[in-house]
């Protein structure tokens, strides 16, 4: 029996030779391998490699999403942080942020933070600024944040606003941030309300936003309020201070999205495709039925305001509304006649019988028309929206009513306590709504929602707020004061665009935010 060659013996060693090689090398690299990770964990190293970060301990990386994002966004010990968002398709990384530890830190907590799973939110690395309390963090709110835990990010000693808040108590404070637009980016504007447009020199009423005590409303955010909207319609009816708040939010969202216009002579209508949601206007002065005909002794051709009956040019439209806000108040100051019940019992500017005794003013008119109106809109078997009531608006025509003298020129900021001008005629028309309301939904039978959007004691501070003598492009207008101290031709009433009639929105928006959830749950 033949053992074997040797040429064949030969052969081993060659075979072997690689073998042992290879198992060397593995072991140098085994031993070297765990030398570093006793120095630092590899997955430190590979996570830094991926999302172009060292420290790996600030991604919080979720099986259940495909995106991860920070959550201990800041941290009032340290003075800088690196914020990152990171996706599979896309990282982002922020510079790092000075925080002054000693002040309080300001996040625009206007903003709210929408906790919708697998979207993130974008970082605009460029405007990351030093966080005191005149400067904020630009963040690109197109986008969402999933945090992952169902409950709203805070980053401020604030909470941002819930049913729990009062946000008609607080105070107007200057932001930095500036307005929600300009008025050159609003094609909708009316010329009236177009204050820099027509040559007024100062823009800090522009710049101030309103703080509640206890809260932060949140900056109007256009693109979530369209979501909010969605497949929905919101209607503005009443007055020309309707049509300036319409307008203010029409020049909002339009710096996200241009409307189609569907609107006629009877309706402004406008369609934002991207979410079905449609914003409507129809002019309504008194909100309650008005004729013109001759009536008893009330001749033809002055207003007859029927008290006890609702305007019935908008109230076939009210079923199709999902958010209705109504605005009256002001045009009781017009020339008009009063009837309740088929009989004349008042009239403002218009009285030809002095024998014959008025039975209601013009407050306690605005009163039956508001609780009129309430009444109808609650009892309205199809309608089952919600209806906001914008409370009145104060005007600023100090030292007179409009028609006789009455000035707002030269205001630049807002009131403070110690000189805020109480108009008697304000509260009373103010009080005056309140009870109507109260009287008016009392035996509510549908189901409709009712909100009280209670603006004019914030408002009430904005006497700065108003276009004044700059109503108009009329580069020979008289904006000072003649030399015997009369003022010029100007509006009070209305409000600049943009300017603390934008705030309205805000509100609204929260309004709407507040009743949905609680209609939904």
Not at 67 to 86: F, G
Not at 196 to 225: A, I, S, V
Not at 432 to 450: A, C, D, L, M, W
Request: aromatic share 8%.
């Amino acid at each position: 029996m033949k053992l074997g060659s040797p040429k064949a013996m030969s052969a081993y060693p060659k075979t072997i030779l690689p073998i042992a090689a290879s198992v060397g090398g593995l072991a140098l690299f085994v031993i070297f391998a765990s030398l570093l990770l006793v120095n630092q964990p590899i997955g430190t190293k590979v996570s830094g490699y991926f999302y172009s970060v060292d420290q790996a301990s600030k991604i919080g990386l979720s099986s259940n999403n495909e995106t991860s994002i920070i959550e201990n966004w800041l941290n009032d010990t340290d003075k800088e942080r690196t914020t990152v968002v990171s996706s599979i398709n896309k990282t982002v990384t922020d510079k790092p942020v000075e925080i002054d530890t000693d002040k309080p830190v300001d996040l625009d907590t206007d903003k709210p933070v929408d906790l919708v799973k697998n979207k993130t939110i974008g970082l605009d690395t460029s405007n990351a600024v030093d966080l005191d309390t005149n400067k904020t963090v630009e963040i690109d709110t197109n986008k969402t944040v999933d945090i992952g835990t169902g409950k709203i990010a805070d980053s401020s000693p604030k909470k941002i606003a819930d049913s729990g808040c009062d946000i008609y108590h607080g105070k107007w404070v200057l932001d930095p941030a500036g307005p929600l637009y300009s008025n050159n980016s609003c094609p909708v504007l009316t010329q009236m309300q177009n204050c820099q447009g027509n040559g007024r020199p100062d823009k800090d009423y522009e710049n101030y936003r309103w703080q509640p005590t206890k809260c932060d409303l949140p900056r109007f955010d256009p693109k979530k309020f369209l979501e909010l909207m969605r497949g929905k319609t919101l209607a503005y009816v009443g007055d020309s201070v309707a049509r300036n708040q319409m307008e203010s939010m029409l020049c909002i969202l339009w710096q996200a999205e241009a409307p189609i216009n569907r609107g006629n002579k009877r309706m402004q209508r406008y369609y934002f495709r991207s979410t079905s949601t449609t914003i409507i206007r129809i002019w309504s002065s008194w909100l309650v039925h008005k004729t013109t005909e001759e009536f008893d002794f009330a001749p033809e051709g002055v207003d007859k305001l029927h008290l006890d009956a609702p305007d019935e040019t908008f109230m076939g439209d009210v079923p199709t509304f999902d958010v209705l806000v109504l605005s009256s108040g002001h045009w009781f100051a017009k020339r008009s006649v009063y009837i309740l019940n088929n009989e004349i019992v008042g009239g403002q500017l218009w009285w030809p019988d002095n024998s014959r005794k008025k039975k209601i003013d013009s407050t306690e008119a605005f009163e039956i028309s508001v609780a009129t109106i309430m009444s109808a809109l609650v009892n309205k078997p199809d309608y089952k929206g919600l209806t906001v009531v914008r409370s009145y608006s104060p005007d600023h025509y100090e030292g007179g009513a409009w028609n006789t003298g009455g000035s707002c020129t030269g205001k630049i900021k807002p009131a403070v306590d110690g000189e805020l001008v109480e108009s008697e005629f304000t509260n009373i028309m103010h009080g005056k709504q309140v009870s109507g309301f109260n009287r008016g939904i009392k035996n509510k039978t549908n189901k409709s929602r009712v909100a009280f959007m209670d603006i004019t004691k914030p408002f009430s501070y904005r006497h700065d707020g108003h276009p004044g003598p700059y109503r108009n492009l009329d580069p020979n207008k008289i904006t000072k004061r003649s030399a015997d101290g009369r003022p010029p031709p100007q509006d009070c009433l209305h409000w600049c665009m943009p300017g603390p009639v934008d705030t309205w929105n805000e509100f609204l928006m929260e309004t709407i935010r507040r009743d949905f959830e609680a209609h939904d749950s």
